[in-house]
């Protein structure tokens, strides 16, 4: 018994209008509908009202803390 495959459509991607004021999006600028609604976009990041977040990695006395107490855990002890 053969199985017949039928050809798969590409989806479309759906068109949800411009993320700041949800007219439809235009060619011309992305996802945006004018080049104004894309300039306040860009500004809404520059001044941090989008931001992505982020865990903050220790600076370097804190680094050299935790590898002393790793050290300590592990009984390696440092040799001078």
């Known amino acids: 018994m053969t199985i017949e495959r039928l050809p798969v459509?590409?989806?479309?991607a759906r068109n949800i209008g411009c993320p700041i004021c949800k007219s439809p999006a235009s060619r011309e600028h992305g996802p945006f509908c004018s080049k104004r609604c894309k300039e306040v976009d860009l500004g809404r990041w520059?001044?941090?009202?989008?931001?992505?977040?982020a865990i903050e990695p220790p600076d370097g006395s804190d680094l050299e803390d935790l590898m002393e107490e790793a050290g300590s855990a592990r009984g390696y002890e440092e040799q001078d």
Do not use: E, L, V
């Not at 520059?46 to 977040?53: C, D, E, K, Q, V």
């Open 9 to 12: 459509k590409p989806r479309r």
């Open 46 to 53: 520059f001044t941090g009202s989008y931001a992505i977040p």
